[in-house]
């Protein structure tokens, strides 16, 4: 067998950007440490009080009193646990990186639905890249930024952005292919048909996708800790190097009540939630001959009809 | 008057080798071994056909006969492999997208088997949809909406959404945003074939209601004969994706073109799609006002009949006469045929009256059912015999 030096050629192709374009990850890292550091900023030093109340409030109207309450105590357990200020960096990192990922995710997944070529490039690109071990992904990261919070964050994008794509895909084309007909035979243009058909109906399945972009991203925190970004992975990471259980266990409580909290709120959007049951509610009941009870329930052919 | 719509030499091949797949069928290779050689499908071929301003025109076919391909050929939401389509003297396949898009968001409507309504817009706007992709201001959109959703019986559930309604009244708003973009033409797929059979027949009188007072030219697919015979006023009947019969209900009910046209109409419930133009008779024997009694008298006993239709000046049916009668009013000394010697023992309908309407009224009198025009002029009569001929008759070629 011939030995090929594929390792190599990648470490060259790396050495060979960074001769090249180095300004592209200035830049790219001047970017991130603004946003990281801006939001982090805002979320640590505030009181806890503020931001447990607004966190409660935006629980209470996506979800319901269930994970509002839920939202009071973990959060009040995060203080007494003294952890407020790194699970306040680690949410912002955790922000910052789900909200790039989406944004380069969800256009990537639209074109993939309606181009079967970047759909069949994009797939087994897709692949590898949830197949590849998270610490490989370090390594190109630290060469391109250095130490600290900045490689973390990119690190997180990627390895978050496939189930961005994914569903987004799988959400369009899942779309009624009728109602897509529907709308090529009123004369919409592609565009009224991505934004007013495709993009509403495909909504809970991309919704379902930007919360596994969050989760996947919160569970990169510990690894960018490794790096040297601050919050909640650093905690993890000294108690690891130190091996002190008690600060570890309470790091990692912290992800994890932070990991449900951020889970119950997205997993929420796009599906009916209490404000949109209350309002719809009551447009129902104005209605004659029909009780709210009738809520959803699917088309049944046979139903008499007032005529 | 010009057809709205033309369809000249329509084909479409599913598949790779669409130009090898034209040349076999264009040498009338049929569909299986299209396939078998080129792996292509020949979903339509070589189908043309005119629809009138008005018309109701039913494309009838199993599934798998093409139907709902041709139907998507007529608007381009599949492109054509062959031939030209053209709407109001508008040859479609020469317009750009943009036109394209704008004929059919304004002279194109389609009802959908599914509805294909938007599961998250009200049913008002799902009725205003194509007024909302024509950018027309709101207030307007609102209105013709609301028009549409009154003329299909549903205004007062306009704030529902689609899925708070059952099957019927879905496929009423998918109806209604059809009327509300005010084309020239419908084109339906399968409109009623997702519905129970009430509703069914309660959407097609609707649709009969609609057609009478709208006039549009419709184009409506299905798979059931009885539907298209209750609707259609021209039938093409579909088969593998060629066309086996185009004609009126009655014409192909009496001349099925080839075994798989009569197999269907062996299942139509005949006495629903003949009318009484269809059983129309010359009559044997009428009689004058004024005529001799004796004279008519022994032309009945000629023709073996009891009665005869009298007729006025103008045409009109006077009354009967009956044998018995007659002989009496000849012992009692009266030999002119008056209005004295006359009954009304009789029954009438109009000619597009279909036998289901009249059947009980055959056979009741001394004489056939007379058939009249508007004004009460006999135009002819449907004997018993004629009735009994048209449901017992069994397609010429299936028998054969």
New interface residues.
């Given amino acids: 067998m011939p030995d090929i030096p594929l390792g190599r050629w990648v470490a060259d192709l790396i050495d060979w950007l960074l001769a090249t374009v180095p300004w592209l990850f200035d830049a790219i890292s001047a970017v991130m440490q603004v946003l990281v550091d801006g939001l982090t900023g805002v979320l640590a030093t505030a009181p806890p009080v503020v931001w447990i109340v607004v966190f409660t409030l935006i629980a209470l109207v996506v979800r319901g009193w269930g994970l509002a309450l839920y939202t009071v105590l973990a959060f009040l357990l995060v203080v007494s646990l003294e952890l407020w200020v790194e699970t306040m960096q680690t949410l912002a990192l955790v922000l910052v990186a789900a909200v790039i990922a989406t944004a380069i995710g969800v256009p990537i997944g639209i074109l993939a639905a309606r181009n079967r070529a970047v759909s069949v490039v994009v797939r087994p690109v897709l692949d590898s890249m949830q197949t590849t071990p998270v610490f490989v992904y370090l390594i190109p990261a630290v060469f391109f930024f250095g130490v600290g919070v900045v490689p973390g964050v990119v690190a997180t994008i990627l390895f978050a952005i496939p189930p961005g794509v994914r569903l987004t895909e799988l959400g369009i084309r899942q779309v009624?292919r009728?109602?897509v007909?529907?709308a090529?035979?009123?004369?919409?243009?592609p565009g009224?048909i991505l934004r007013?058909?495709q993009l509403?109906?495909a909504l809970p399945s991309i919704m379902a996708g930007i919360n596994q972009v969050i989760m996947l991203a919160l569970s990169m925190v510990v690894t960018a800790g490794l790096l040297g970004a601050a919050g909640l992975g650093a905690v993890v990471v000294r108690a690891v190097t130190q091996l002190d259980v008690a600060s570890g266990f309470e790091g990692g409580l912290a992800v994890v009540l932070l990991a449900i909290f951020l889970d119950r709120l997205t997993a929420a959007f796009g599906q009916t939630t209490a404000l949109s049951r209350l309002v719809r509610g009551r447009?129902?009941r104005?209605?004659?001959g029909?009780t709210a009870s009738?809520?959803?329930?699917?088309?049944?052919?046979?139903?008499?009809?007032?005529? | 008057m010009p057809p709205v719509l033309r369809a000249t030499g329509l084909t479409k091949v599913f598949g790779a080798r669409e130009q090898e797949a034209l040349r076999l069928a264009g040498e009338g290779v049929g569909r299986d071994e299209v396939q078998r050689r080129t792996g292509s499908t020949l979903a339509v071929h070589d189908v043309g056909f005119t629809v009138e301003r008005g018309e109701l025109f039913v494309i009838m076919g199993l599934s798998g006969s093409g139907k709902s391909t041709l139907v998507r050929l007529l608007n381009r939401l599949i492109e054509p492999s062959a031939g030209t389509i053209e709407v109001d003297g508008q040859d479609l396949r020469a317009l750009s997208d943009a036109d394209l898009r704008t004929l059919r968001n304004e002279k194109v409507s389609m009802v959908f088997q599914h509805f294909a309504l938007l599961p998250h817009r009200t049913v008002r706007e799902n009725a205003a949809y194509a007024l909302k992709i024509r950018g027309i201001g709101a207030a307007e959109q609102r209105e013709r909406a609301d028009w549409a959703l009154r003329t299909v019986g549903l205004l007062e559930r306009a704030d529902a959404r689609p899925d708070q309604l059952s099957g019927g009244m879905q496929q009423r708003v998918g109806l209604a945003r059809a009327l509300a973009a005010d084309s020239e033409v419908l084109l339906m797929d399968e409109p009623f074939s997702a519905l129970d059979p009430l509703i069914r027949r309660d959407m097609q009188d609707l649709l009969v209601r609609l057609q009478t007072e709208l006039h549009k030219t419709i184009v409506f697919i299905t798979h059931d004969l009885n539907e298209a015979m209750r609707l259609g006023d021209r039938i093409l009947m579909l088969k593998d994706g060629r066309t086996v019969q185009l004609g009126t209900g009655p014409e192909i009910i009496s001349a099925p073109a080839d075994d798989y046209v009569a197999d269907f109409t062996s299942d139509v419930d005949r006495t629903r799609v003949l009318t009484a133009g269809d059983l129309l008779r010359e009559p044997r024997l009428t009689a004058r006002l004024g005529q001799p009694a004796g004279e008519v008298l022994r032309a009945l006993g000629a023709a073996e009949a009891n009665g005869v239709y009298v007729l006025g000046e103008d045409g009109r049916i006077a009354g009967v006469a009956r044998d018995d009668l007659l002989a009496r009013a000849l012992q009692e000394g009266r030999t002119a045929l008056g209005p004295q010697e006359l009954v009304a023992d009789f029954a009438t309908t109009a000619p597009d009256r279909p036998l289901v309407e009249f059947v009980h009224l055959v056979g009741r009198s001394a004489v056939p059912l007379g058939v009249v025009d508007d004004d009460g002029r006999l135009l002819g009569v449907v004997p018993r015999a004629a009735v009994l001929d048209a449901l017992a008759a069994v397609p010429a070629r299936r028998g054969a």
């Fill in positions: 009624d009728e109602v007909e529907a090529h035979a009123f004369g919409a243009r009224q007013e058909v509403p109906l447009a129902r104005t209605l004659p029909r009738d809520a959803g329930e699917p088309a049944r052919a046979g139903a008499p009809e007032p005529v």
